[in-house]
């Protein structure tokens, strides 16, 4: 089956610093990455996502990079604001199976 | 304008006293699933609906059942709650599948005593 691994599982950033988080991913067919953010007390919420025939996409002030050959696939924050705080998952979709494998996730604290 | 909406927010139980998590959407949407998260971790998926269709992940403890009398309704129902299954459970939605958007509820916090 798929496995997903997120780094690092906490991250902490000066507020206006970026913020970047990794995701590795074992099976090839995997063609779909979400990513969502966990607040405390919430369930999470989609902020982006990327398919496999898409290398880049970008939202304001979020970045989502997708490398098909090394299975990896990062999130990037810019210009962070204390309202970034949360928890933010990666995730990888696989066709066969019809399956969504979540990583660990990530801890991210916006220091104002 | 709530989307998802899971109630209670907070339910208290004891060992081995059945329990039903309710859900509910107003966004019409096909799919709709039923997650346990533990604390610091990622959601595990225990089961999702096609429509009627009722999807079963392989490692989902009998213990959990579920019912989706219509398209806007869908219910957790825990037979008899272990002290392991204190959890959050989040409900979500999606239009056709995984990889539509998935709207989460708030979920419902889970205590058993």
């Known amino acids: 089956g798929e496995n997903v691994e997120q780094h690092p599982s906490t991250l902490s950033v000066q507020e206006g610093d970026s913020a970047v988080i990794k995701c590795t991913y074992s099976d090839s067919a995997s063609n779909y990455f979400p990513w969502y953010k966990q607040e405390l007390g919430k369930g999470p919420q989609l902020i982006i996502d990327i398919r496999s025939n898409v290398g880049e996409k970008k939202d304001q002030r979020i970045a989502v990079t997708l490398n098909k050959t090394a299975k990896h696939f990062s999130l990037h924050i810019t210009e962070t604001q204390p309202e970034d705080s949360a928890v933010y998952f990666c995730?990888?979709?696989?066709?066969?199976?019809?399956?969504?494998?979540f990583g660990g996730g990530t801890r991210v604290l916006v220091k104002p | 304008d709530a989307m998802v909406i899971q109630n209670p927010r907070y339910q208290v139980t004891q060992f081995g006293k059945p329990v039903t998590l309710s859900c509910s959407q107003t966004l019409n949407h096909n799919v709709m699933y039923w997650y346990q998260q533990k604390s610091s971790q990622a959601p595990k998926l225990l089961f999702h609906y096609y429509d009627k269709d009722f999807n079963n992940e392989a490692d989902t403890p009998d213990n959990f059942q579920s019912r989706r009398p219509n398209t806007s309704f869908c219910f957790l129902d825990i037979r008899s709650p272990g002290l392991g299954d204190a959890a959050m459970y989040l409900c979500a939605t999606s239009r056709q599948g995984f990889t539509d958007t998935q709207y989460f509820g708030p979920g419902t916090r889970l205590t058993v005593l």
């Open positions: 995730a990888a979709y696989k066709a066969a199976g019809n399956k969504l494998t």
